[in-house]
Nanobody, 126 residues
């Protein structure tokens, strides 16, 4: 099992940027496919971005494509989410998640991931 701790959330004006980090501990970080999800009040948790174990493959929800970038540093056991051109509709609690071992397809469902962080709040004011 891997333990995940997110950081970097906060309050930002529309059009601004934030960079979230997710630090992992426990099992070998490079064995995990990583993902970012978010959940706004009254809404279901939704996929934001995912990255393969090596970082060579990334994929995004249409709503954030071109604005958000997921990356990872396996030497630092950390996955990042750079968020630019933020909109009020990006306001949510953001969670990182981990899926152990390789996957033949992009993982976009919350049920694909077995480990979760506690979340970090992102609030975008308009």
């Amino acid at each position: 099992q891997v333990q995940l701790v997110e950081s970097g959330g906060g309050l930002v004006q529309a059009g601004g940027s934030l960079k979230l980090s997710c630090a992992a501990s426990g099992r070998t970080f490079s064995s995990y496919v990583m993902g970012w999800f978010r959940q706004a009040p009254g809404k279901e948790r939704e996929f934001v971005a995912g990255i393969s174990r090596t970082g060579g493959s990334t994929y995004y929800a249409d709503s954030v494509k071109g604005r958000f970038t997921i990356s990872r540093d396996n030497a630092k056991n950390t996955v990042y989410l750079q968020m630019n051109s933020l909109k009020s509709e990006d306001t949510a609690v953001y969670y990182c998640a981990a899926h152990y071992t390789w996957s033949p397809r992009p993982l976009t469902r919350a049920t694909d991931f077995g480990s979760w962080g506690q979340g970090t709040q992102v609030t975008v004011s308009s």
